[in-house]
């Protein structure tokens, strides 16, 4: 069982990135998906999650309204739509799954099975 995060880089203040994750050796369809982030010095941080089931979502308050989070099954893949970007974003991007069904702990990163091996997101201002 493999998650890869793919799609990080350097970009400008104010400019755009999509993250990538894509899962192999299971099918994911029937875990909830996550991605969560960890600067330098810092806790890893909860950013955006997406329901196994009806496509609901939660995102950090620092997130809300710039990042998106989508997935597809039939590709085992979840993305991360990430706009309007800020050096505070700056951090190593991490996604997981989780085989959890309680909705409402999606935002602790206990609950999560499988890591990916993180992805590296670097806004300059």
């Known amino acids: 069982v493999q998650l890869q995060a793919s799609g990080g880089g350097l970009v400008q203040a104010g400019g755009s990135l999509r993250l990538s994750c894509a899962a192999s050796g299971r099918t994911f369809s029937r875990y909830t998906r996550g991605w969560f982030r960890q600067a330098p010095g810092k806790e890893r941080e909860f950013v955006s999650a997406?329901?196994?089931?009806?496509?609901?979502?939660q995102y950090a308050d620092s997130v809300r309204g710039r990042f998106t989070i989508s997935r597809d099954n039939a590709k085992n893949t979840v993305y991360l739509e990430m706009n309007n970007l800020k050096p505070e974003d700056t951090a190593v991007y991490y996604c997981?799954?989780?085989?959890?069904?309680?909705?409402?702990?999606?935002?602790?990163?206990?609950?999560?099975?499988?890591w990916g091996q993180g992805t590296q997101v670097t806004v300059s201002s």
């Open positions: 997981a799954a989780s085989s959890r069904t309680i909705w409402s702990t999606v935002r602790d990163a206990s609950v999560y099975d499988y």
């Open positions: 997406i329901n196994r089931g009806d496509g609901s979502s």
